[in-house]
Structures are given as structure tokens and as C-alpha cells.
């Protein structure tokens, strides 16, 4: 009798891209950033100026969601300036500059990749800002590069709230948008720790539906939670953004949690509520 085995797949862990040890930003440039772009929003500029310097880029551009178009000019002034060209690297095109173009046209999400529109221009690199990954970058018309803006929060605020409006013992399925990775990370830590501080430990789990970031929720994306056995331990979701659009995302996909919501720039902690017979009236009136 013979037989057979079957390899497993190996799977491949995939690196963040950093930037290197070696490159280390001008005290200029950290002094003009602390006093342009707002100190708690993360735009990655001395990972950015590396990429463009590295590819040897001449015309970059740069792709944002609504929100944070007002900073789209401030960040290519400084890519201007502080991406050019030594006068010793031996590049004959150093005295053209760096042109960056702003793409207008309304970002929807992680899917709306504009690397057909950077084709057009010409650029050399498409700088998306505001969300995950979606999109492979081995896919994309033109090299790319996705700065999450990572935005730093009171999570000890975060986590207090939580512990007065949340029992002890209560599990908690804790969520986010991408922007408020880390405060989601660290926010699990307190919850999950026994400390007197708190009263004792709150069960706190960072549900991931893949390809997207642990916690991570799109508007159109979001992860499934699986109800505890115990019929006598409450399931919470919690989650972290200034509005309810992705947050419905994560209460249609999981109708009978109970869900909170802490708004990082209010410091409020809200329950929130969805009419989900509502929403299915009306869906299947438009597809009558």
C-alpha cells in the first residue's frame, strides 16, 4: 500500500517597505513638516522623498481622498524641494526639477487606484494616500506607493470610556479605519490586560477579513464576527472613526451587535443603532 503527501504551500510573508537606516531627513525638512502638516497625521514625507529619489522620479503624482486635499499642495511643495538631485550624482536631467501633478477627481475608496490617470500624465510615481493596500502594487499601470496617514489619538481616553460603558468580562470585537491602525492595536493591549487600573480584564480580539489590515473596515468591507457559545457573555463592537460611514459597514455585516463608537476628535463615545429591515426595503424595491 502506498502512500502519497501533498506540500503544503509555503506562504510568503510580505515586508513593509521602509525606508532605510541610511537615509536620514535634513533637520529642514523635519522643521518644515512640524510647521505645515498637523503633528498627530503621519504623511510619511522622508519614506516618500526616499521613493521618489530612489526611482529616480520626475513627475509624481499624488492621489487623496477629500478629506485631506488641503494638505495636497503643502506635501508637493516640500516633495519639490527636498527630492531633487544632488549636483554630484551625475543625473544630467537634475536642472528640470521635480514635477508633481494633484489628481482632482473624487476618491471613493481603496479600489480607486488612479494609476490609468498617473499613466497619462507621464508620471513616473503615483503616491495614493488615505487607504490599504487594496490594490497590489505589482498590478498597478505605474510604480506605487500607499501612505496609510496614520493618525495618533488619546487611546487611554479611548479605553477609559470603554471601561465605564462596558462590563467586565465583556468580549470585545475591536475595529477601525485605516488611519487608526495602531490606536487599535494598542487599544487591545489595555483591554485585554488585567489591571487594576481598569477593574479587570475586557476580552478585546481585532477581527481581520482579508486582504485588508487586522481591524481594518471599508466602506464596502468588513469582518464577520462569529457569536460566542456562552449566550451569557455580551459581544461589543467597538470602533474607532469620526463617522459612521465605514462603521455601517461593520454593523450590516454583524446585525445583532451592540455597537459603540469613540469619535478620536470629539473624545466621545456614542452607541450606535442601524434600521436593518429599513435597509432591506429599500434594497429589494430597487431591484424589483
Known amino acids: 500500500m502506498s502512500t502519497t503527501t501533498?506540500?503544503?504551500?509555503?506562504?510568503?510573508?510580505?515586508k513593509r517597505r521602509q525606508t532605510p537606516a541610511e537615509y536620514v531627513p535634513p533637520p529642514e525638512l523635519l522643521n518644515i513638516?512640524?510647521?505645515?502638516?498637523p503633528a498627530d497625521y503621519e504623511f510619511e514625507i522622508p519614506k516618500t522623498i526616499w521613493r521618489i529619489q530612489t526611482l529616480k522620479a520626475r513627475h509624481v503624482c499624488l492621489q487623496m481622498p477629500?478629506?485631506?486635499?488641503?494638505?495636497?499642495?503643502?506635501i508637493g511643495d516640500i516633495l519639490k524641494r527636498f527630492s531633487l538631485p544632488s549636483k554630484d550624482d551625475g543625473d544630467s536631467n537634475s536642472d528640470g526639477g521635480l514635477i508633481v501633478s494633484v489628481l482632482g477627481d473624487v476618491t471613493y475608496g481603496a479600489c480607486c487606484i488612479g494609476d490609468l490617470d498617473a499613466k497619462a500624465l507621464g508620471c513616473d510615481l503615483l503616491v495614493h494616500y488615505g487607504h490599504s493596500c487594496l490594490v497590489p502594487m505589482t498590478t498597478t499601470a505605474v510604480p506605487c506607493l500607499y501612505v496609510f496617514v496614520e493618525i495618533r489619538i488619546d487611546v487611554r481616553h479611548f479605553v477609559e470610556c470603554v471601561v465605564a460603558s462596558v462590563p467586565v468580562g465583556t468580549r470585545c470585537e475591536l475595529m477601525g479605519t485605516i488611519q487608526f491602525r495602531s490606536a487599535v492595536a494598542e487599544a487591545a493591549?489595555?483591554?485585554n490586560s488585567d489591571s487594576e487600573m481598569y477593574g479587570g480584564a475586557r476580552p478585546c480580539r481585532i477581527p481581520q477579513a482579508k486582504p485588508l489590515s487586522p481591524g481594518e473596515v471599508l466602506g464596502c468591507t468588513a469582518p464577520t464576527i462569529v457569536e460566542s457559545d456562552d449566550s451569557n457573555v455580551e459581544t461589543v463592537l467597538l470602533f474607532i472613526?469620526?463617522?459612521?460611514?465605514?462603521?455601517?459597514?461593520?454593523?450590516?455585516?454583524?446585525?445583532?451587535l451592540r455597537a459603540l463608537r469613540?469619535?478620536?476628535y470629539s473624545k466621545v463615545l456614542t452607541e450606535e443603532g442601524y434600521d436593518h429591515d429599513h435597509m432591506k426595503r429599500l434594497r429589494l424595491f430597487a431591484i424589483e
Do not use: W
Open 189 to 191: 493591549k489595555l483591554l
Open 66 to 74: 477629500e478629506g485631506l486635499l488641503m494638505y495636497a499642495t503643502s
Open 241 to 256: 472613526a469620526d463617522g459612521r460611514f465605514h462603521l455601517e459597514a461593520a454593523m450590516i455585516a454583524n446585525p445583532k
Open 6 to 14: 501533498t506540500k503544503r504551500p509555503v506562504r510568503r510573508i510580505r
Open 33 to 37: 513638516i512640524s510647521q505645515t502638516l
Open 262 to 264: 469613540y469619535d478620536p
